[in-house]
C-alpha cells in the first residue's frame, strides 16, 4: 500500500499534466493544433533552460532570484558586443556565458564564505546587474544582430524550432550531471544535510561554488536564447521570469527545504505552466487573471511540499 502511495505522489505531476491537457484540448479548438503545440514547447524553452539551474540551487535548500537579471544583463552585453563592439557572435556568445557564469560564482563565494542567505545574496545581485543593464543599454532596446544569430531562436533543426532542441540537450545535461555523476549526489546530500555532508568529507563550499555557478550558466544560455527570439536586446527583457522558474521548479516536486526533487518531474512542471499560459490566453482570460492563477499555484505547489514533509516526518 505504501508503494503505491509512494507511486502516486511520484506521478501526481504527470496526472496533472495530462488532465490540464485534456481540459485545454476540449476547451479550444485552436490548442491541438501542431502549429500551437510547437508554440508552447517553444514559449517553455527559456524558462526550461534557466530551471536546470533552479532546480540544483533549491536542491541544497538556497534560492536564486538573480535569474531574471542575469537573463537581462546577457541579452544586453550580447546584443552590445555584437552590435556596438562588432565582435563576432560566437566570441560575444562566450564571453556572455563566462559573464554569467562569474556572477552565480559570486552568489555562491559569498553564500558559502559568508554564510549570508542565498535569498539575500542573489536579491542584492538581481538589483545590481539589473540596474548594470540600464546604465550599458542606456534604458534603450539594441538591435540590429546577424542572420546566423536570430537562427539560434528562430530557427529550425527540421521541423523543430531550435529553441526547442537547445532545451532538451540541456534538460539531458542537466539529467547527467544530477543522476550519473558524483556532485549530483553532494546536491542531494547537501539538501539533505549540510553539516553531515561536511563531516563525510564534501567540500561545501566548492559544491556551492558549483551549483550557483552552473545556475548563473543555465540562465546566461537562457538569455541567449531569448535575445534570438526577440531579436532585440531590452534592459527589461528578464524582469520577473526568478519567479517563473521558481514556480515552475517547486510545482515540479523540488522540496524547497532541499534533498529531494527531480529533473523529470521539473520538466512536466514547466510543460504544465506552459500549457495553462497558453490555454488561458487561446480563451481570452485576462493576463491579470493570468498572475493571479500563477501566485495561486506557487502557494499550492510549496504548501503541499510543507505538508507532505510534515506527514514524513509524522511517519
Known amino acids: 500500500m505504501k508503494n503505491w502511495v509512494h507511486?502516486?505522489?511520484?506521478q501526481a505531476i504527470f496526472v496533472v499534466l495530462i488532465v490540464l491537457f485534456?481540459?485545454?484540448?476540449?476547451?479550444?479548438?485552436?490548442?491541438?493544433?501542431?502549429t500551437n503545440l510547437l508554440n508552447i514547447a517553444r514559449q517553455v524553452s527559456i524558462l526550461g533552460i534557466a530551471s536546470v539551474g533552479m532546480t540544483y540551487v533549491i536542491l541544497i535548500g538556497g534560492i536564486d532570484l538573480s535569474t531574471g537579471s542575469i537573463i537581462t544583463f546577457v541579452n544586453i552585453i550580447t546584443a552590445y558586443l555584437m552590435v556596438k563592439s562588432g565582435i563576432n557572435m560566437w566570441l560575444a556568445i562566450l564571453i556572455s556565458l563566462i559573464v554569467s557564469t562569474g556572477i552565480g560564482f559570486i552568489n555562491g563565494f559569498l553564500v558559502a564564505n559568508?554564510?549570508?542567505?542565498?535569498?539575500i545574496v542573489?536579491?542584492?545581485?538581481?538589483?545590481v546587474f539589473e540596474g548594470l543593464a540600464y546604465i550599458i543599454s542606456k534604458g534603450m532596446p539594441i538591435f540590429g544582430f546577424p542572420n546566423a544569430f536570430t537562427q539560434i531562436g528562430q530557427?529550425?533543426?527540421g521541423p523543430i524550432p531550435t529553441p526547442i532542441i537547445i532545451m532538451i540537450v540541456i534538460f539531458a545535461i542537466g539529467g547527467f550531471i544530477l543522476n550519473k555523476t558524483y556532485f549530483g549526489r553532494y546536491f542531494y546530500a547537501l539538501g539533505g544535510n549540510e553539516t553531515a555532508s561536511e563531516l563525510s568529507g564534501i567540500r561545501v563550499k566548492r559544491v556551492k561554488y558549483l551549483i550557483f555557478s552552473l545556475s548563473g550558466f543555465f540562465a546566461g544560455v537562457a538569455g541567449i536564447v531569448m535575445l534570438a527570439r526577440t531579436n532585440s536586446g531590452q534592459p527589461t527583457a528578464g524582469k520577473g521570469y526568478e519567479f517563473?522558474?521558481?514556480t515552475d521548479v517547486v510545482l515540479g516536486g523540488v522540496s524547497v527545504a532541499g534533498?529531494?526533487?527531480?529533473l523529470s518531474n521539473v520538466v512536466a512542471g514547466v510543460m504544465i505552466m506552459?500549457?495553462?499560459?497558453?490555454g488561458m490566453v487561446l480563451l481570452n482570460i485576462s493576463s491579470y487573471v493570468q498572475m493571479v492563477v500563477e501566485g495561486i499555484i506557487l502557494v499550492l505547489a510549496v504548501g503541499f511540499d510543507c505538508v507532505q514533509k510534515k506527514g514524513l516526518l509524522k511517519a
Request: glycine share 10%; charged share 15%; proline share 5%.
Open 7 to 10: 507511486i502516486l505522489k511520484e
Open 22 to 34: 485534456i481540459i485545454f484540448a476540449c476547451s479550444s479548438p485552436e490548442f491541438l493544433t501542431v
Open 114 to 119: 559568508f554564510n549570508m542567505p542565498s535569498l
Open 122 to 127: 542573489t536579491f542584492a545581485t538581481q538589483i
Open 155 to 157: 530557427g529550425y533543426l
Open 244 to 246: 517563473k522558474v521558481i
Open 259 to 262: 534533498g529531494s526533487g527531480k
Open 274 to 278: 506552459g500549457i495553462l499560459e497558453n
